[in-house]
Nanobody, 121 residues
Framework: QVQLVESGGGLVQPGGSLRLSCVVS????????MGWYRHFPGRERELVAE???????NYADSVKGRFTISRDIAKNTVYLQMNNLKPEDTAVYYC???????????????WGQGIQVTVSS
């Protein structure tokens, strides 16, 4: 089994900052890509940011210049630094990982359970 455990969410005022963390554990051989998605009520889950072995990340236009994605390969962890948060950023954020599984039965694409981020005064 492969598990993704997210942390760092919560309530913050507009203009504030949060850092999300996601730790990947389980039976896998390698991590190829890690990313963050978010889900707004009544909308489909959408990409926020993703990163591969390259230090450069890909970002949604709505978060460019405010969010930064990074990964610690040794710790199997991906981070999302969120600065200058806006009420429009309020959503459930999901960690996503594309891996090379050790077992054929396991899938390459895995998701965390989701973590709430609320931006409000």
């Amino acid at each position: 089994q492969v598990q993704l455990v997210e942390s760092g969410g919560g309530l913050v005022q507009p203009g504030g900052s949060l850092r999300l963390s996601c730790v990947v554990s389980g039976n896998f051989l390698a991590i190829y890509r890690m990313g963050w998605y978010r889900h707004f009520p009544g909308r489909e889950r959408e990409l926020v940011a993703e990163i591969t072995t390259s230090p450069n990340g890909n970002y949604a236009d709505s978060v460019k210049g405010r969010f930064t994605i990074s990964r610690d390969i040794a710790k199997n962890t991906v981070y999302l630094q969120m600065n200058n948060l806006k009420p429009e950023d309020t959503a459930v954020y999901y960690c996503n990982t594309y891996i090379r599984p050790a077992r054929k039965i396991d899938t390459s694409l895995n998701w965390g359970q989701g973590i709430q981020v609320t931006v409000s005064s």
